[in-house]
Every structure is written in C-alpha cells, then in structure tokens.
C-alpha cells in the first residue's frame, strides 16, 4: 500500500470512527433525539441541492468503492531476485547477494587482488559474474585475471550449483601496497 493510500484511510478510517460514534450516542439516546432531528432539518433543505455535503457523501463513496475493489486485488509475492533451479524435491533460489558473496570470498583468495567489487547478473543466455579489481602492481595481471576467472567460476559451481557461463575481470587500477586499506602497518 503507497503512502497516498494510507493516508486516504487513515482519513477516512478517523470518518467513520466519528460516525459510529455519533450513531451510538444517537441510538443509545445519549444524544437527545431532538437535536438529531434539527441537525438533519438544517442539512436537508428542500427543493435545493446541499452542494457541500454531496460532493463529501460522492468522495467517500468513491473511496469505499477503491477500497472495496483494491481488497479483491491479489498482490503478488515480493519475490527476491536470483538464480532459480528446478530439482527433483521441488523449486531452489539462490540469492544474487549469495552468489556475489561466494564469487568475493574466491576471487580474494588470490594472490595481489587489493580491491574488488562483484555484480551478478542472471541473464536468458546464462549466468554472468564481473568483477572489477585493483591489483598489487607486482603480480603479473594476465596470471591474476586468469586464476579469477577459474577461482570465481569453480567456487560458484561448487558450492552454489549453478553453473557460471561468463566470468568477466576488469582490471581498474594498480594499488600500491602502502595505500591499500587491507595493508597492515610495520612498527619499526
């Protein structure tokens, strides 16, 4: 339900708590029957339109009648995005967030990656893992990317089960190990 939605009830909840009230005070006859009569007399003038209290009876009918219809309206269930498997027992989803959790503890396991960050995408022609990375500067970039790709790929496989068609590495800069965040400092 969106804000606009709860605020026309919470309005028009208020309303009818009012009308109740008012109706229980009327047939309990708390509230003198006279009274009632005279309101209703200087509401109702004959022969003539009361413009004001029509056009609020005409909105809260409106409203009654979005309400009334909106409780027929099934929404669906939020589902969460990820990787969907049919088994034998039945339907599993695997979270992206849990992919791209199983592809970062891979893929920092290799040796010179300083800085990475990993999008998952689960697409029709397969699923699709990219990393973008900083590296060492000392460790040869063709030997990081390549054993990435394999780590990434292999643990994803392994532990997911879900098969992983594309690994993509980018390579987005060379941090010095002195202004690495990971970096532990030397006390001399």
């Known amino acids: 339900m969106n804000l606009f939605d ?4 919470t309005l028009y909840s208020f309303a009818l708590i ?10 309990a006859q708390f509230i003198p029957y006279s009274y009632v009569q005279n309101t ?18 005409l909105i809260f009918f409106l409203i009654s009648l979005r309400f009334f219809f909106s409780s027929f309206t099934r929404t669906k269930p939020r589902k969460e995005k990820g990787i969907r498997q049919r088994t034998d027992l039945g339907e599993v989803n695997i979270t992206i967030n849990t992919i ?3 592809a970062e503890r891979a893929a920092r396991k290799v040796k010179g990656v300083l800085d990475l960050k990993t999008t998952v995408k689960a697409l029709e022609s397969g699923n699709l893992i990219s990393l973008r990375v900083g590296v ?3 460790t040869s970039i063709p030997e990081i990317t390549q054993q990435l790709q394999f780590n990434v790929k292999e643990q994803v496989e392994a532990i997911a089960g879900v098969t992983i068609t594309e690994v993509a590495v980018v390579v ?3 941090i010095s190990r002195e202004n ?3 970096r532990s400092r030397r006390v001399e």
Do not use: C, H, K
């Open 18 to 27: 009012v009308i109740s009230i008012v109706a229980i005070g009327v047939f």
């Open 100 to 102: 791209q959790t199983i």
């Open 40 to 57: 209703a007399q200087s509401i109702f003038i004959p022969g003539q339109v009361n413009w004001p209290y029509l056009i609020v009876a």
């Open 136 to 138: 060492d500067g000392e």
């Open 6 to 9: 709860r605020f026309i009830l």
């Open 172 to 174: 987005n800069e060379v």
């Open 180 to 182: 690495s965040p990971a």
